[in-house]
Nanobody
Framework: QVQLVESGGGLVQAGDSLRLSCAVS????????MAWFRQAPGKEREFVAA????????YYADSVKGRFSISRDNVKNTMSLQMNSLKPEDTATYYC????????????????????WGQGTQVTVAS
């Protein structure tokens, strides 16, 4: 059984940093593009960042570009999201996602491109 488990969320002040991790078990991630999404209460799920299966290519939403950094460790079977200069509008539940197909077609910000999801970790940024 494949599991994606996020960790690292919490309550922080505006301007602080957090590092989220996604640990994958049940399959290797080395051939799969992965991504982070988030969903705030009452809002649609939105794309945050994606990383190619090799880690060589990354793609960010404009709202987080320059503040967030996505990375992966294919040996440890993990993906991370370093979040700096956090803002109250970053408050959301953050989900990691894995695409089981399509690795050669580039990074996709659409949620439908990812078919394995974690349960999410809450990030709350106080002003």
């Amino acid at each position: 059984q494949v599991q994606l488990v996020e960790s690292g969320g919490g309550l922080v002040q505006a301007g602080d940093s957090l590092r989220l991790s996604c640990a994958v078990s049940g399959r290797t991630i080395s051939n799969n593009n992965m991504a982070w999404f988030r969903q705030a209460p009452g809002k649609e799920r939105e794309f945050v960042a994606a990383i190619s299966w090799t880690g060589a290519t990354t793609y960010y939403a404009d709202s987080v570009k320059g503040r967030f950094s996505i990375s992966r460790d294919n040996v440890k079977n993990t993906m991370s999201l370093q979040m700096n200069s956090l803002k109250p509008e970053d408050t959301a539940t953050y989900y990691c996602a894995l695409a089981t197909t399509g690795r050669f077609y580039g990074l996709n910000p659409a949620g439908a491109a990812y078919d394995l999801w974690g349960q999410g970790t809450q990030v709350t940024v106080a002003s």
